[in-house]
């Protein structure tokens, strides 16, 4: 028997409020499963805490409300329900088995089989339950081996778990991204391989949130190149034609993940291809315009800037963008030896300054309201902003028309 060391998310009085409330209806009727025992199991931080249940929801929504915890009907068709107890969600799932399938969706049959919805789940260290006093279930028998090997591995059929939700071959990546260790898995390769024609079915911003996730961990480098030669990447990315900026990226900013910078690392310096590729995936407008100005500036960023030229560019550009433009120079290997540290510290501690006069400054100057107004204003930030910020107030009014 393997049992999980108390944790503190389990021994919180939030979840055993819940426990107690669902095994009031039926000792040993609910269970943690997925990510919370997943990741105790790793030794990775914990987030969400889903609970399987083979009570049917009706059921445990009585037993929730008779215990004064309240409920959010959020996936009642799957199953599912969202409860709160003492500010903390729970996500609460009765136990499935799915009765067909369409490569996304899923109609679903309520079970009290704890193997049968083991069967329906993606890899099998994600099919593992944990009872409240800490004993893990394993119902697919190569759970706790894969989380000793850090190996990600489907349920079952590779292909059959892929034709399910084609989803999955993105999850495989991301998963291989965040919790494997070495090689990843042939078999499970093989089927992404093979099947990633079936990501057409999946929707533009599902696509994309697997792929910031995935970006987002310490090294995907290893598992985006298996992504490369599995075809997979051209599937979701056929902009991408080289990794090799996005390695020295990655490598870069180890300790500080950003998946943005190495996204664009990912992407060829074209503006026009990058905001096609923003609408296609339907980016925020915050993270198209990132992506696509840093792709379109050709501002030169580097230690080689002087402290007035670095200010100047900050003003003009913004943080976000000079930082981006710097961390892709370093990564091209602009200024090997120049203090990337220095200059990435000092752009981040930039504060903008504020120009002291204003609109209304000009008008009350004489100058007629509209475009005059702003003309004005553009001709005096400019004479500011090359005195390096120091014109005060009377010196600016004093160039106003």
């Not at 919790?179 to 911003?205: F, R, T, W």
């Not at 696509?207 to 310490?218: D, G, R, T």
């Not at 296609?280 to 402290?307: F, G, I, M, Q």
């Not at 204003?377 to 014109?391: G, H, I, M, N, P």
Request: net charge negative; aromatic share 6%.
């Amino acid at each position: 028997m393997t049992r999980l060391k108390p944790q503190p998310w389990m021994i919180a009085a939030p979840a055993r409020r819940v426990m107690a409330a669902l095994e009031s209806e039926r000792a040993g009727c609910a269970r943690f499963v997925g990510g919370c025992v997943r990741n105790a199991l790793l030794g990775e931080p914990v987030a969400d805490l889903d609970i399987a249940t083979q009570l049917p929801p009706a059921t445990v929504e009585r037993v929730m409300l008779d215990a004064g915890i309240a409920v959010h009907q959020t996936g009642i068709e799957h199953g599912t329900l969202t409860v709160v107890a003492d500010h903390h969600p729970f996500e609460i799932t009765t136990l499935r088995r799915d009765v067909e399938t369409d490569g996304r969706r899923a109609v679903v049959a309520f079970t009290e089989s704890w193997e049968e919805d083991a069967q329906r789940r993606d890899f099998r260290m994600n099919a593992l339950y944990c009872s409240i006093d800490g004993e893990v279930f394993d119902p697919t028998g190569g759970g706790l081996e894969d989380i000793r090997g850090r190996r990600i591995v489907f349920v079952g059929e590779p292909e059959t778990r892929l034709r399910e939700d084609y989803l999955r071959i993105l999850r495989f990546f991301r998963f291989n991204a965040w919790y494997g260790a070495g090689a990843v898995d042939p078999a499970g390769l093989a089927a992404c391989a093979k099947l990633k024609d079936g990501l057409a079915n999946i929707s533009a911003e599902r696509i994309w949130i697997e792929l910031k996730k995935l970006l987002s961990a310490p090294y995907p480098v290893n598992v985006l190149m298996d992504m490369q030669a599995s075809g997979v990447l051209a599937a979701v990315l056929p902009e991408v034609a080289d990794l090799k900026l996005a390695w020295r990226m990655c490598l870069l900013d180890k300790e500080a993940p950003d998946a943005m910078r190495r996204f664009l690392a990912m992407l060829p310096k074209d503006g026009d291809v990058v905001a096609s590729l923003a609408r296609r995936l339907k980016l925020s407008n915050d993270e198209k315009d990132r992506l696509v100005y840093a792709a379109r500036d050709e501002t030169a960023v580097s230690p080689k800037l002087t402290p007035q030229e670095l200010r100047v560019v900050l003003y003009r550009r913004g943080p976000v963008i000079a930082g981006d433009l710097a961390a892709l120079a370093q990564a091209a290997g602009v200024d090997e030896f120049g203090d990337w540290a220095k200059l990435m510290a000092d752009i981040a501690a930039w504060v903008r300054p504020v120009m002291p006069i204003d609109g209304q400054d000009v008008m009350a100057a004489g100058v007629a309201p509209g475009p005059d107004v702003g003309e004005a204003l553009r001709k005096v930030e400019t004479a500011w902003v090359e005195s390096d910020f120091t014109l005060e107030r009377e010196a600016l009014l004093a160039l106003l028309p």
